[in-house]
């Protein structure tokens, strides 16, 4: 058991620079699904593989858990508005969005700073949260600067604020 208290840990992580992405995917009976993430990561070379990680709690996560395949796309410095949508429990998240069908036809971001195409490797528990494991299948990239969440502001990598701000 840790001894750490959650919210010392919580103020420690926030000044980690994370990528923002927008994780989506598309359920057996056609509905989209999509959830903001900055808990992403590479994982593998050989195979291929990556780790996104959705909360248990998130009205999207069993569709995800489940999934065939599932997109991130790491968003461009920008897509703050986009980040703070996805972020938001509630409401249909793609009714404003940008998002139109990309790689195996998965709601995608046209001008992300890059798509990552997965198939669902495995799940794994963590915590409040179910680790994600997925087979990179396609990926596509452009020259757009990233935004990054830092002290809980979106953010550019200079560190000059993005153009709308906290989550």
Known sequence: MSTVDPAD???AMARVP??????????????RWGFTASSFS?????????????ARTASCHDAFVSADRFLVNVLASGQAGVAGAFARPGADKFTQS???PREFGLP????ATARIACALHDVL???DHSILVGR???????????????????????GSPALASSA
Do not use: I, K
């Open 125 to 127: 528990d963590g915590g």
């Open 42 to 54: 590479s994982l593998s070379l050989d195979p291929t593989l990556v780790l996104v990680c959705p």
């Open 9 to 11: 840990f919580a103020r």
């Open 136 to 158: 990179v299948e396609a990926v596509w990239t452009s020259d757009a600067e990233p935004l990054v969440y830092y002290n809980r502001l979106f953010t550019r990598p200079g």
């Open 108 to 111: 995608g971001l046209a001008d």
């Open 18 to 31: 994370t990528p923002v992405t927008v994780v989506t995917t598309v359920d057996p009976g056609g509905r």
């Open 98 to 100: 940008p998002m139109e």
